[in-house]
């Protein structure tokens, strides 16, 4: 909706043990990682976190 929040985040997945969300480093496993992995740039996603449904929109995708 228009009263939105609007934030640009940039995640990379990693393992595990590599996690940590203060520095966009987010597991593989988490529920926001599982709802973006397969996903083209354009794509509007509706992922269910623990504090309720978040709207991701994909801008881009880098692999390193």
């Known amino acids: 909706s228009a009263a939105s ?6 995640y ?3 393992g595990d043990d590599e ?3 203060k520095t966009g480093r987010i597991s593989v496993n988490s529920p926001i990682a599982r709802g973006l ?3 083209e740039v354009d794509s509007e996603i509706e ?7 978040v ?3 994909i801008v ?4 390193i």
Request: glycine share 10%.
């Open 12 to 14: 990379q997945i990693v």
């Open 55 to 57: 709207e991701y929109e």
């Open 19 to 21: 996690a940590d969300f």
């Open 37 to 39: 992995i397969g996903k």
């Open 60 to 63: 881009a995708v880098e692999h």
């Open 47 to 53: 992922i269910t976190i623990p504090g309720g449904v």
């Open 5 to 10: 929040d609007v934030y640009k985040r940039q």
